[in-house]
């Protein structure tokens, strides 16, 4: 389960923080490895459980990394407890907490015991938002870290391309009325719930709905529901099914003028920064630190527990300033969500365990 050799160093400088996950494929580190090179803190990518030297800082993102995503066994969970004891006494421990629990997963009992083990054996713990502080101590009452740190989420400003709107909607082949409004739904839709949300936005009217990502757990009566609804609103629908390469994603951002986010619960969701980069409105769910940062920059929620509000927050009315809405969403990301500043924050984190010496487990 360890890989001693399969590590990818980036921008290794006189410090160097160990992220178990694969290099070059995920937006968000590959940023803020840019961050932390301008702190002087270098980078080494490692899939799974790397080996910690002295003085190495490790710092996880998601859990379910240490196992390959696999639902770990007891033995396995035995050696990942050990790994991280020994990196708590020797080293500072970051989590940086994405989700609750592994996605889909919330009542499996392996892949709990490995985010437990996870949030307690940290030093730091950086939240997104306000939101998930209390979630975390209420599903791990065990953990209990040094600092707790609230830092925004970065924006993706690499994703940004030369396309105009225009240009977009003809690569992707999209005839727009007068008037209608382009919802872009990006990502995967992982639940029948998520399903559900999708396809009230759908039967809204002056609506567009482009679906972009992968449908991993599409079942057939809702494949046939997405696709009826498609014939049935004649040609309102465009689905584009499967993993989007980084390099077409600023051709969806900039083909729509809003992004949905069809979420029944969760913590985060990176299309918040994703749709602000690219100046555009976002409606999602009103829960955790999604609900909190939308509210926070006047763009629009729903409770996903009551469909209708996904048509309150559609409401057209709401649009009228959709340009001078997306402007301002790319200004408060500007002002609020720097990658250095994020580095900034976590290295004074780290400077603060460090200096106080790091603590064993009692």
Same mark, same amino acid.
């Given at each position: 389960?360890?890989?001693?050799?399969s590590c990818s160093s980036q921008n290794i400088g006189s410090d160097s923080i160990v992220i178990?996950?694969?290099?070059?494929?995920?937006?968000?580190?590959?940023?803020? #490895?840019?961050?932390?090179?301008?702190?002087?803190?270098?980078?080494? =990518?490692?899939?799974?459980?790397?080996?910690? &030297?002295?003085?190495?800082?490790?710092?996880?993102?998601?859990?379910?990394?240490?196992?390959?995503?696999?639902?770990?066994?007891?033995?396995?969970?035995?050696?990942?407890?050990?790994?991280?004891?020994?990196?708590?006494?020797?080293? !500072?421990?970051?989590?940086?907490?994405?989700?609750?629990?592994?996605?889909?997963?919330?009542?499996?009992?392996? =892949?709990?015991?490995?985010?437990?083990?996870? #949030?307690?054996?940290?030093?730091?713990?950086?939240?997104?938002?306000? &939101?998930?502080?209390?979630?975390?101590?209420? +599903?791990?009452?065990?953990?209990?870290? @040094? @600092?707790?740190?609230?830092i925004n989420h970065g924006g993706y400003w690499n994703l940004i391309g030369p396309l105009r709107q225009k240009e977009?909607?003809?690569?992707?082949?999209?005839?727009?009325?007068?008037?209608?409004?382009?919802?872009?739904?990006?990502?995967?839709?992982?639940?029948?719930?998520?399903?559900?949300?999708?396809?009230?936005?759908?039967?809204?009217?002056?609506?567009?709905? !482009?679906? #972009?990502?992968?449908?991993?757990?599409? +079942?057939?009566?809702?494949?046939?529901? @997405?696709? =009826?609804?498609?014939?049935?609103?004649?040609?309102?629908?465009?689905?584009?099914?499967?993993?989007?390469?980084?390099?077409? @994603?600023?051709?969806?951002?900039?083909?729509?003028?809003?992004?949905?986010?069809?979420?029944?619960?969760?913590?985060? &969701?990176?299309?918040?920064?994703?749709? =602000?980069?690219?100046?555009? !409105?976002?409606?999602?769910?009103?829960?955790?630190?999604?609900?909190?940062?939308? +509210?926070?920059?006047?763009?629009?929620?729903?409770?996903?527990?009551?469909?209708?509000?996904?048509?309150?927050?559609?409401?057209?009315?709401?649009?009228?300033?959709?340009?001078?809405?997306?402007?301002?969403?790319?200004?408060?990301?500007?002002?609020?969500? +720097?990658?250095?500043?994020?580095?900034?924050?976590?290295?004074?984190?780290?400077?603060?365990?460090?200096?106080?010496?790091?603590?064993?487990?009692?």
């Amino acid at each position: 389960m360890r890989n001693k050799d399969s590590c990818s160093s980036q921008n290794i400088g006189s410090d160097s923080i160990v992220i178990p996950h694969e290099a070059g494929v995920n937006s968000y580190l590959s940023e803020l #490895a840019v961050g932390l090179k301008g702190r002087g803190y270098g980078v080494r =990518f490692c899939p799974q459980m790397p080996d910690i &030297s002295n003085g190495e800082t490790l710092w996880v993102h998601w859990p379910e990394q240490l196992t390959n995503y696999r639902i770990p066994t007891d033995k396995e969970l035995s050696e990942i407890e050990k790994w991280l004891k020994a990196a708590y006494k020797s080293s !500072v421990v970051i989590w940086t907490i994405h989700n609750l629990y592994r996605h889909g997963s919330p009542d499996n009992k392996g =892949f709990n015991t490995l985010y437990e083990l996870v #949030a307690e054996y940290s030093h730091i713990h950086v939240h997104h938002g306000r &939101s998930s502080i209390g979630k975390v101590k209420k +599903r791990y009452p065990n953990a209990k870290p @040094i @600092i707790t740190k609230i830092i925004n989420h970065g924006g993706y400003w690499n994703l940004i391309g030369p396309l105009r709107q225009k240009e977009a909607r003809l690569k992707l082949n999209l005839k727009i009325k007068t008037g209608d409004r382009v919802v872009l739904v990006f990502g995967s839709i992982r639940t029948s719930e998520e399903y559900l949300l999708v396809s009230q936005v759908a039967r809204l009217k002056g609506i567009k709905l !482009v679906i #972009a990502g992968r449908l991993p757990y599409i +079942r057939l009566r809702h494949r046939a529901a @997405i696709f =009826f609804n498609k014939l049935f609103y004649k040609n309102s629908i465009l689905i584009v099914s499967g993993m989007i390469d980084e390099k077409d @994603i600023d051709k969806f951002l900039k083909a729509c003028d809003v992004v949905f986010i069809p979420r029944v619960d969760g913590l985060n &969701s990176g299309n918040v920064f994703l749709g =602000f980069t690219f100046s555009r !409105v976002v409606v999602g769910p009103d829960v955790g630190n999604i609900g909190e940062i939308l +509210r926070k920059t006047n763009n629009f929620v729903y409770n996903p527990s009551r469909k209708s509000t996904i048509k309150d927050a559609f409401n057209l009315r709401n649009f009228q300033s959709i340009i001078s809405q997306g402007a301002a969403n790319y200004k408060w990301l500007d002002s609020n969500c +720097r990658w250095e500043d994020y580095a900034i924050s976590v290295v004074d984190a780290i400077n603060s365990v460090k200096s106080n010496g790091v603590e064993s487990i009692k």
